[in-house]
């Protein structure tokens, strides 16, 4: 289910827009309980930066413990394959509000992010394996990220490639 967000803000100048459907209903979520939204923004550049540069300790605050070992075991096992990882993050396009979730203690909410990235995975004598490093692709993943009612600090629990 979509849940349709009546607001529009602008990100960091040349970052893109985080941005919703214009229109509201009133069986929504009351979004004032989601305030302060987070700087999806700056978190997306800050954990695609530390994954690509396999230094995700610098993101651990903003990562769940889960997320945090999921991607530790990937670059771990990138690693052991003797596998490298080139990843640019050209420019963050814009981000969406997708499903604002409000439990008693906790807020969780979807966040579509799309990306103009150059991604690829070289093998140990610099062969491609997947990807193209001179070509842009345009990513659309979504990011859940929670935090506890009352709290300000959101963290991402969960980054899936958008279908």
Sequence with gaps: MRME???R???AP???????PASA???QTNLVAFHPLPDIHTIFEQVVSAYADRQLQRVRNVLSPRLYSQLSLEISE????GHVLHSELVKFVAAELLEPEE???LRRIEMRCISRMIVALKDADGRILAGD????RCLSEVWTLERPAGSSGWVVTSIEEDE
């Design 5 to 7: 967000w009546p607001f």
């Design 9 to 11: 803000f602008e990100a």
């Design 14 to 20: 040349g970052a893109g827009n985080i941005s919703g």
């Design 25 to 27: 209903t009133a069986a």
């Design 78 to 81: 990138r690693e052991q394959a």
């Design 103 to 105: 439990q008693s203690k």
């Design 133 to 136: 490093p001179e070509h842009v």
